[in-house]
């Protein structure tokens, strides 16, 4: 651990975008990747911070009581059922679309009970454009740093066409201290999963904020939260 932590520390003062995490691989093993979606609920529990994202941009847009949410790059939906949870229990009805191109996020939502509030779909938020569709809210988690320059002004433009409201697009904070608590917290909890290992490779891809806002268009703004995180917003509104 020690050690790589030394040779990381020095990565950490930029972007590393050459190293790419194992869940990306469309070869990797298959029951560790769906261990990996299982402990995702607990992982971004802990780290996501989307409760407080809920309470400070969310909610507040949310002035009827049934509302339409979609969650981009959706993995296994564990977000997205924590924010039908949320908001249930501020007596919204809140309908989630969560999405995700990739069959073997598709294969694994199909293999959980069902969930109220929820439907998932194999497909890209570019086919949605295709389709006219539009929603309250539109948000990802742990995307914007997997993509290329190019995904990703084609998923900030999509977020735009497809929300008339508030488009959140939350990610991981690049930092030293993340790294060392994330690092130590997830080799005691986390097994036989890439948790820890893409969970790190995760952080050095990062984004600091500053970096954020030289690649956001015009009418994003970027806020930090707490728990390492950093918010790309975009307002309809203005």
């Given amino acids: 651990m020690t050690a790589v932590l030394g040779r990381t520390t ?3 003062r930029a972007r590393d975008t050459v190293v790419t995490e194992r869940m990306d691989d469309p070869d990797c ?3 560790t990747l ?4 299982a402990q995702f609920p607990v992982v971004n529990g802990i780290v996501a911070g989307w409760a407080i994202t809920y309470r400070t941009e969310i909610r507040p847009r949310l ?3 049934q509302h339409t949410l979609l969650d981009i790059g959706a993995g296994g939906g564990d977000v997205a059922r924590s924010l039908v949870r949320l908001a249930r229990r501020d007596g ?3 309908s989630v679309t969560a999405i995700d191109p990739d069959p073997r996020a598709a294969a694994y939502v199909r293999s959980l009970p069902a969930h109220d509030g929820v439907v998932y779909r194999q497909c890209t938020s570019s ?9 309250d809210v539109v948000i990802s988690n742990h995307v914007l740093h997997h993509l290329s320059a190019m995904e990703l002004g084609a998923v900030l433009a999509d977020s735009e066409k497809l929300t008339t409201g508030i488009a959140i697009h939350s990610d991981i904070r690049r930092t030293r201290l993340g ?3 994330y690092g130590a917290v997830t080799a005691l909890l986390f097994r036989r999963s890439f948790v820890r290992e893409d969970g790190l490779i995760s952080i050095r891809r990062s984004f600091l904020p500053s970096e954020l806002r030289g690649v956001l268009p015009s009418r994003w703004r970027v806020r930090s939260q707490p728990f390492f995180r950093t918010l790309a917003i975009f307002d309809s509104r203005g």
């Fill in 10 to 12: 020095g990565w950490l």
């Fill in 29 to 31: 093993d298959l029951p």
């Fill in 34 to 37: 769906f261990r990996t979606y």
């Fill in 63 to 65: 002035t009827g009581t």
């Fill in 92 to 94: 919204i009805t809140l």
């Fill in 127 to 135: 086919e949605l454009v295709e389709e006219g569709a539009q929603f």
């Fill in 179 to 181: 790294y060392v608590l």
